[in-house]
């Protein structure tokens, strides 16, 4: 496991003071009866959970019959999970028999377990990395891993930042370039995916800079993937690739399966 930190002092200490209130990052090993062919299609969904209230049993039993690729049922797949419990999808993980690195970031007073964000697969997963984003608001990770010959990235970015420091414009930049610094070690290809909190959508500069560092992800033409209060939305969720060809071409499922976010999906031919 490589574990990448801020090199400024203050960064690190607000970033181990919250790690201390949670426990470790875990990796578990899949036990499916039948591993998949490491020649087929992968198919990835990138997911914010909502605290876990999305219905992942559900999206998972329509994932594997085809409802989501024209009746083809899927035997091999990634999931990029964000606001995930470590007791529930640990779990989960162990009831379906796919593999998954757990990455928690915090724990509230008011919370039963740790939270995080998380990668599943069907495929064994190896080379996991964690990256440690510069504090803004709490403590964030972005949470790596291979599958085969792809690298996998689930990227979640802080949502409101004091004025003081340039604003969540400002702070959502600097944690998507130190995911850019951090992953320009990983050889391609590479596919990165999450909640950027982007409140300006395509627009924010942390959007731009992400897709000029991963161009080969074609842009979601939607112009919504959350949806809270007063049916306000915005597009939050995003995914970019690095060395894949043809670019991998996005989509919005038409079910939120219970979370406030709508899950995204794409597949990669190996």
């Known amino acids: 496991m490589t574990w990448i930190v801020p090199d400024d002092p203050n960064h690190r200490q607000k970033l181990d003071n919250a790690c201390a209130a949670i426990g470790p990052v875990v990796v578990q090993g899949g036990q499916a009866a039948m ?14 959970t909502y605290l876990g209230r999305g219905n992942l049993d559900e999206l998972i039993l329509k994932l594997e019959r085809g409802d ?3 009746g083809m049922r899927v035997g091999r797949f990634v999931l990029l999970l964000q606001e995930v419990f470590r007791t529930s999808i640990l779990q989960f993980a162990r009831e379906h028999g796919v593999s998954v ?11 039963f377990d740790d939270r995080g964000g998380a990668i599943l697969a069907t495929d064994p997963l190896d080379d996991v990395t964690i990256v440690e984003l510069p504090f803004e608001k709490q403590r964030r990770v972005a949470v790596g891993a291979r599958v085969g010959s792809i690298h996998f990235v689930n990227v979640h970015l802080d949502t409101s930042v004091g ?19 951090a992953i320009a070690r990983v ?16 627009d924010e500069p942390a959007i731009k800079e992400m897709r000029q560092a991963f161009p080969d992800a074609l ?6 993937t959350w949806r809270g209060p007063l049916r306000t939305g915005n597009k939050l969720d995003h995914v970019f690739a690095k060395g894949v060809d043809p670019p991998v071409a996005v989509r919005r499922l038409a079910d939120r399966f219970g979370s406030d976010h709508w899950p995204l999906i794409t597949t990669v031919i190996p």
């Open 35 to 48: 591993p998949p062919a490491s020649d087929a299609p992968l198919v990835v969904v990138d997911w914010n």
């Open 68 to 70: 989501f690729t024209d």
């Open 101 to 111: 690195v757990f990455a928690p970031t915090r724990k509230l007073a008011s919370e």
């Open 163 to 181: 004025l003081l420091r340039g604003g969540p414009g400002a702070a959502r930049r600097r944690q998507a370039r130190a995911v850019i610094e």
């Open 187 to 202: 050889p391609a290809p590479v596919l990165v995916a999450g909640d950027f909190n982007t409140w300006w959508g395509d």
């Open 219 to 224: 842009p979601l033409a939607t112009r919504e």
